[in-house]
């Protein structure tokens, strides 16, 4: 299983690293996100910091929707999805490829996004080790839970405007929890960021379980 | 001879709707088999069934001995199919969709090399992502890979369709070739002038069921003429 998902997300990156649809679109969005959302809040540096936080959970979600619909695209091309089924590969070793993949798309989104608070939102972190937890276990639930709901979509004709909806409301945890633990983050509130992580992890690991069992079954029906 | 597809009665489904219709047959390791038909007869369907990628509802079905309706996940294993879709990675190589196949079916990536130069997809051509490419030579990556991967049962839906003369001859001895070495191959086609002479049997496909079986060009002297005015006569849907 193991193998088989660093196989499926090696090949993954690297179609992603050639097609560059990360680098033109998702990360241009993630920031056009940020950008747009601190227009609607105005120009006030009060407000823009304490909304900081929410703004780049709600910009990665978003991300992690297009990120998603890359990734279930690649096996949409001319008989890949029955390539993939006839490849030998262990399902659950394509969905941990597959999340993978997203997963490290997200982070370079992340990279970006918390630049960009930093110098647009004037934010400064003040408890690092609580943010980098927070966003681990983020990055791993979304990446799960999207690749998942990308599968469930995948051989629908409204694919691309049904995973939205599947996604969104599915992550609006993460995008609690996440916001949450941030804000301690900046404000070096510790022990009420830490609490959050105690929503994080159990998302992260039920979406991990729950798509390694699934994805399978998931791949016929799809 | 052992036997590499066996299927008695057996009915599959292609989504809501019955793909085959309860079909009848046996196909020995080593052997050639040409399935012929009007478009909709179920020849892709009894390919794609043998693959394990469309289920099987009733009647009996198995392909190298595992059951097609309880070990799908152990046939597509051990089958190869060259669908009417290349079923490529379009922003890869020739060279890395191939290794990337092989290395999926657990098999070591020595035989990339060979199967490439095989094809003529080497230098230049090896390195160019599909997306560039023709769809001829679309055809022979995605022969490259079945090559590389050797299956025991090749599954080859129409596939001269697309590939230039040289081309076509190539997939004329490869068929030769897998047979030889002890793999059954089960191949559509609408150009019996080219999949006939292939064959040790041909195999007449109407409404999702086996109508006819005969001897191919490969079992009796002769025979691929007879076979060729027979099939033409009884307007199997073929050019």
Redesign the interface.
Known sequence: MWR?AL?VAG?DI??EL??RVALWQVLPFAVLVLVLFGFALGPGPKALRVAAPGLYWLAVLFSTVLATQRSMA?ES????R??L?????DPAGVFLGKAAAVAIQLVAVQVLLGAGIVVLFDVHVQTWWLALAASVLATIGLSAAGVLYGALSAGLRVRETLLPLLVLPIVAPVLISGSRAWSAAVSGAVASGASWLKILGPFAAVYLAVGVALYGPLQEVA | MDRAVHLRSAVALAGRFPALSGVDLDVALGEVVAVLGPNGAGKTSLL?TC???LPVTSGEATVLGCDLRADRTQV??R???L??????????TAL?NVR??V????LGTERVGAALDRLGLVGRLGRT?VIRMSAGQRRRTALAVLVARGPEVWLLDEPHAGLDADARAFVGALVGEAAASGAAVVLTSHEPDLSVPLADRVVVMRGGRVDDVRDGGRCVAGAADRVLVAVRRDDVGVA
């Open positions: 088989d196989l090949k690297r179609i050639r097609s690649i091309g001319e008989g890949t029955d390539g089924r006839l490849s030998g590969i | 794609r693959a394990g990628l597509r294993r089958v190869g199919l669908g009417h879709d290349p079923a490529l990675y379009d922003e890869l890395e990337f196949s290395r999926a079916a657990g992502p």
